[in-house]
């Protein structure tokens, strides 16, 4: 979350109204929010990568037109921090009833315990300050999600107090209710019963409150996010045509389009423990938008942003591993890694079903494209055939998960007066020993794809060579 500068110091009715302040509905806080960082030339989206042309411009024009929203789109896709991300157009402070269960706004209390409380204290009436953080809730919805944890249900406790079961004061309210003023999300929408998403009707339209015979006419001042897989893959459930009629725009999402915004998101998301390399990142982005397009991977599942982010995290473990073993003195990822994030990895994926049995294959053949287009699109140009003509003359070369880096490099054979290895690392910006035999790996691998060297892997050892 966001953090917060001071809160406000006034602390009464009389003070805010002295001060000038005039309350707003929400969908107008946001628009009129919006509309500032727009023509402030601020980005309202930070952090969010491949959405610029396509989803951004829908939820813009969404918000200014004051609707609900709700996102369509397979998993990893960015949904839920694409919502999160709306909760930073709210105002930062906003004041509320000190002590209201539903947070209402000092001028406009709608609860007969605030009403009577606004009456009697006049402009002595305490006030107190909420955060934009605090005005943004989400709820995962699942199954057993009842009608009470979203609306409300009568509170047995205040019954036993002696309040009558006419009182309205007998209500606890649940999560819509009480973010009053707010954002409330709504994660995998259909996942919600669809007795429960019928209870959500008139709360998103006509604003009632109806629980056990109740019906309360409480102007909530509420905006409904949420995200959902698209119903031709979602076979858990569905939205109820009516309430998808309630969300004023209905959003399909996507996997970023550019490589480069693959890429971005990696670097965002992944906790790294060592370094890993671009050009490393960048296999991991080509593999997984490879495996988006392979017939062998069910499409309707998706292969998740997920998928590359824990591939890089799982890579870096793996090259920390090494020089903990291997007593280096910095860890950095290499070509020999990826192997690694194959075998991990694996389970992320949902194949089709005329595959069973051939997964590793599959999940291999992808890699080595995805490494051929990297070396393709990285090192194009540099001459290597110094050192084609080196392990044709029979040098070999030892690379694998235990061998260092010094050690790595010390192995690769003397090229007299050619500069292939200067160039190299002068084009993939490698200055360490680490970054240089990342770079190296890569031209070997590279080479061994081209079929210009033979490659033969055992015991975890991996030599080039004839």
Do not use: C
Not at 75 to 94: C, F, H, N, S, V
Not at 157 to 172: Q, Y
Not at 277 to 283: A, C, Q, W
Request: charge should be negative; hydrophobic fraction near 40%; aromatic fraction near 4%.
């Amino acid at each position: 979350m966001s953090t917060a500068t001071a809160a406000p110091t006034i602390s009464t009715v009389g003070e805010l109204r002295a001060a000038g302040h005039e309350a707003k509905p929400l969908r107008v806080e946001i628009r009129d929010n919006l509309l500032a960082r727009l023509r402030a030339g601020e980005d309202p989206w930070p952090g969010l990568h491949g959405y610029e042309d396509t989803v951004i411009p829908q939820v813009e024009r969404a918000l200014l037109a004051g609707h609900d929203i709700v996102l369509l789109g397979e998993r990893g896709q960015g949904k839920t921090r694409l919502l999160r991300t709306i909760a930073g157009l709210l105002d930062e402070w906003t004041p509320v009833i000190e002590g209201s269960e539903l947070a209402e706004h000092p001028y406009e209390p709608i609860t007969h315990a605030s009403r009577r409380r606004a009456e009697a204290e006049g402009d002595s009436l305490r006030i107190t300050w909420r955060h934009r953080d605090e005005r943004y809730v989400e709820k995962l919805a699942t199954p057993d999600t009842s009608v009470a944890d979203l609306i409300g249900d009568v509170d047995p406790m205040k019954v036993a107090e002696g309040r009558s079961l006419g009182d309205p004061e007998t209500i606890h309210f649940g999560l819509i209710p009480r973010s009053h003023r707010g954002i409330v999300t709504i994660n995998e929408l259909p996942d919600l019963a669809e007795r429960i998403q019928v209870a959500m009707l008139n709360v998103m339209e006509e604003r009632d409150i109806q629980i056990r015979g109740y019906v309360l006419r409480l102007p909530l001042d509420v905006l409904v996010l949420a995200s959902a897989n698209p119903e031709d893959y979602t076979n858990r459930g569905r939205i109820i045509t009516p309430l998808k009629d309630r969300f004023g725009a209905e959003i399909r999402t996507h996997y970023p389009q550019e490589l480069e915004a693959e890429v971005a998101v990696t670097r965002q998301e992944a906790e790294l423990v060592a370094e890993v390399p671009d050009h490393l990142v960048e296999i991991l982005a080509r593999f997984t938008r490879n495996l988006r397009e392979s017939s062998s991977v069910d499409q309707r599942s998706g292969v998740s942003a997920r998928f590359t982010i824990a591939g890089a995290e799982t890579i870096a473990a793996s090259a920390l591993h090494r020089a903990a073993r291997q007593d280096e003195g910095e860890a950095v990822a290499r070509i020999v890694d990826l192997e690694t994030a194959v075998e991990v990895l694996g389970g992320k994926i949902e194949f089709e079903s005329g595959e069973e049995g051939r997964e590793h294959e599959v999940l291999t053949h992808l890699l080595r494209t995805a490494v051929a287009d990297t070396v393709r699109h990285l090192v194009r140009g540099i001459d290597f055939g110094p050192l084609v003509t080196a392990i044709e003359e029979g040098a070999e070369i030892a690379t694998g998960e235990q061998v260092s880096a010094r050690d790595f490099l010390d192995g690769l054979p003397a090229l007299g007066e050619s500069r292939v290895y200067e160039e190299l690392f002068e084009r993939l910006g490698a200055t360490s020993d680490g970054e240089r035999a990342a770079a190296a790996e890569l031209a070997l691998e590279g080479l061994y794809l081209a079929r210009k060297v033979g490659k033969d892997s055992a015991g975890g050892e991996t030599v080039y060579g004839q």
